[in-house]
């Protein structure tokens, strides 16, 4: 007596399950950033959250207005310090976001401009670290990726060193 042969075929569930991992990833392509608030974008940070749909309320950001926050960022309270509102706020920012690190580096690039912000350095790396100038203050964005293809972002602004602002910057040829 022979053993019956069976033909395995392909789980329906698994093609399921490619097939919207495919649509999901195609709707990221599409669409990379969420819109953002500031000078550019026409509202606020209170209002593109509000607007955008994100998990964070959108009352969570309504203070910073010289800064662009992706609509999906959530707050980490237990590592963010904050003092001060609105253009005159220091501290840190620590945000995570659901975008990878090259979009989020890209994303400061071209929105930091758009708010006032002049940028000084970078360094694009594993840990990438980008400095800003606005006014008095000095803003550093610290970018490193997450398990989960996410963003964590440390956003510290504090004031710049009177001597550093008062010289004027070095030209190289």
């Known amino acids: 007596m022979r053993p019956k042969r069976t033909v ?3 789980r329906r569930s698994a093609a399921i399950a490619l097939a919207s991992l495919l649509t999901l990833a195609g ?6 950033f ?17 607007l955008g749909g994100g998990d964070a309320p959108a009352s969570t950001f309504s203070q910073f207005n010289d800064i662009p926050i992706p609509t999906d960022a959530e707050l980490d309270l237990d590592q ?4 001060g509102t609105e253009d ?3 501290g840190r920012v620590s945000l995570d976001v659901g975008y990878g690190m090259t979009d989020m580096y890209s994303f400061y690039e071209r929105e930091m401009p758009k708010f006032g912000w002049e940028q000084l350095t970078t360094v694009r790396a594993k840990i990438s670290t980008m400095t800003y100038r606005r006014g008095s203050r000095v803003a550093t964005i610290t970018l490193q990726s997450t398990l989960t293809s996410g963003t964590y972002i440390d956003f510290t602004v504090a004031p710049a060193n009177r001597a550093v ?4 910057a070095a030209r190289t040829n």
């Not at 963010?80 to 003092?83: A, D, Q, R």
């Open 8 to 10: 395995r075929r392909p």
């Open 27 to 32: 709707c990221q392509i599409a669409n990379p």
């Open 34 to 50: 969420p819109p953002i608030g500031g000078p550019a974008g026409g509202a606020s940070n209170k209002e593109s959250n509000a």
């Open 80 to 83: 963010s310090l904050i003092l």
């Open 88 to 90: 005159g706020w220091i």
């Open 165 to 168: 602002m008062d010289r004027p």
